[in-house]
């Protein structure tokens, strides 16, 4: 009897140690460790970014070679500086913004799940949602953070490329920015980004939330090791990854170029007409430019993000 009591206490303590919610966290350290491993995991993939970023932006005779050859050839050229060009903008920045964006998330799927508490539906959907409207939520919000950030990594990232504004600084690329198109010049493509992004983010961490429940439904008689939590983890943070990059690299291209490219007469850049000057370049395919890297960066991101999310809520669990 006592040896079933500890199995069952044992499960318990398991499947709390996987739905660890906002009022068990140490703020804190969750924000300082997570500032910490969220820097080592951007640190990993950068360079796929950098260069999926080249193939985006450059002509077409370094846009057409494969990621691998553009990979070289930044070495090449630049050393190891220039496939981690932008990094230290992107990290320091990113900062604020991750505390933004992860306090969000855990709050509003908190105030989710108190809501939808009375409903009548499974465990399993009502998590999911949770989750899914948590993500979404945090994805716009950290989005008015994160556009213009991103608008001047990217700006750093290419420059080398013919045609491309040299910039001392992140702070010059904000000034010269704004000087030639105000302050709304460093939100170009967010429009986009809020179009695509949040679905995906919503689609993302409502599936990962629903289908931890049912890993971990009440019925299983053998409940799961950390090591294989994990790896499901990591396998579904891969898969989402990759699938998102396949449906939104179209839309990601246009929104790159939007964001740094400049030549484009007197006229305001305009999704449209960075459409259209995409297809007179490349055609059709030209909106696939850069999917190779691209897809190596969203599945590594979304294997390690997830992995690195849930070990930075098991250290950051408050000691009563």
């Not at 105000?182 to 961490?205: D, E, H, I």
């Not at 439904?217 to 990059?245: I, L, Y």
């Amino acid at each position: 009897m006592a040896l079933e009591t500890e199995s069952v206490t044992r499960d318990k303590l398991s499947l709390a140690d996987t739905e660890i919610d906002w009022a068990r966290l140490d703020k804190t350290r969750f924000h300082v460790i997570g500032a910490v491993l969220f820097t080592v995991q951007q640190a990993l993939i950068h360079p796929t970014a950098v260069v999926k970023t080249r193939m985006q932006v450059a002509d077409s005779r370094l846009a057409h070679m494969p990621g691998m050859v553009v990979f070289k050839d930044i070495l090449r050229n630049d050393g190891i500086p220039g496939v981690f060009r932008g990094f230290g903008t992107s990290a320091i920045g990113s900062l604020p913004g991750r505390v933004l964006a992860l306090t969000s998330l855990e709050m509003s799927k908190d105030m989710m799940l108190k809501y939808t508490q009375g409903l009548n539906m499974p465990e399993t959907t009502r998590i999911g949602v949770a989750n899914g409207v948590a993500g979404m939520f945090s994805s716009l919000i950290s989005s008015l953070y994160f556009v213009p950030l991103e608008v001047i990594c990217q700006r750093l990232i290419v420059q080398g490329l013919p045609g491309a504004t040299f910039y001392i600084d992140p702070f010059d690329v904000a000034r010269k920015v704004i000087k030639a198109e105000g302050f709304r010049g460093l939100y170009r493509g967010f429009g986009l980004t809020a179009l695509t992004n949040s679905p995906a983010v919503a689609l993302w961490w409502g599936a990962y939330g629903a289908a931890q429940r049912i890993i971990w439904r009440d019925d299983s008689e053998k409940k799961p090791s950390h090591m294989e939590m994990m790896a499901v983890q990591a396998t579904a943070g891969m898969v989402a990854g990759a699938c998102s990059s396949v449906i939104t690299t179209p839309i990601d291209t246009v929104k790159t170029r939007l964001q740094v490219i400049d030549d484009y007469g007197v006229a305001r850049p305009s999704v449209l007409k960075t459409t259209k000057i995409l297809l007179k370049e490349d055609g059709w395919w030209g909106f696939y430019r850069g999917f190779g890297p691209r897809f190596l960066n969203m599945s590594l991101y979304g294997t390690t993000m997830i992995v690195t999310y849930e070990l930075i809520k098991r250290l950051s669990i408050k000691h009563i």
